[in-house]
């Protein structure tokens, strides 16, 4: 399949996390199409998993939602940062904990559709208690879940994240290969 020529790209908004840029591309030598796209500097998430096998989430205020959502703990990149490097940063912000041991599960494309944004999702063990370094605005209450609790609550509509779903059902397939 070939990738359409890219004929016009203009900003036509900036704003704190995001910037929405119309695209313009030739489809089939001869038909125009525009694409609005959200340019997003992309984020982490982590699922942090105890000694015992419980998982660590979080329950957060999400705005465009209008409630609290149930969440692993997750965080927007900086400008040119290593994304293992935001990992556990983030961690570290919402948790509270600090990760002895971090891999790579995947990396997603929550919305390719209209956003260019990329998820690392990483999980995270051998965890040592530390304290929490909320940013500002952020309300955070952590919660300590097994991981079968997590999977009925995603089954019975208290987990509505993608990241998070993506994140419980890794560890359940990775669980059933071993």
């Known amino acids: ?18 910037k929405v840029k119309q695209d313009t591309v030739l489809l089939d030598e001869k038909d125009e199409y525009s694409f609005d796209i959200i340019e997003h500097p992309g984020g982490v998430a982590i699922i942090p998993v105890l000694d015992n096998g419980n998982i660590v989430l979080i329950k957060q ?26 990992a556990i940063r983030e961690l570290k912000e919402e948790t509270g904990y600090i990760a002895g041991n971090i891999d790579l599960i995947c990396c997603i494309y929550p919305s390719p559709a209209i956003f260019n944004e990329k998820i690392y999702l990483y999980k995270a063990t051998d965890l040592t208690a530390s304290y929490t370094e909320f940013d500002y605005g952020e309300n955070i209450e952590s919660l300590i ?4 609790e997590a999977h ?17 059902n890794s560890l359940l397939i990775k669980d059933i290969d071993e």
């Open 152 to 168: 009925i609550m995603i089954k019975n509509g208290r987990i509505h994240d993608a990241k998070t779903i993506i994140a419980i």
């Open 1 to 18: 399949m070939k990738i359409p020529k890219m004929l016009n790209s203009k900003e036509i908004f900036s704003g704190n996390i995001v």
């Open 145 to 148: 879940v097994s991981l079968e």
């Open 61 to 86: 205020y999400r705005h465009p939602f209008r409630t609290h959502l149930i969440e692993v703990p997750a965080g927007r990149l900086n400008i040119g940062e290593d994304p293992i490097k935001a």
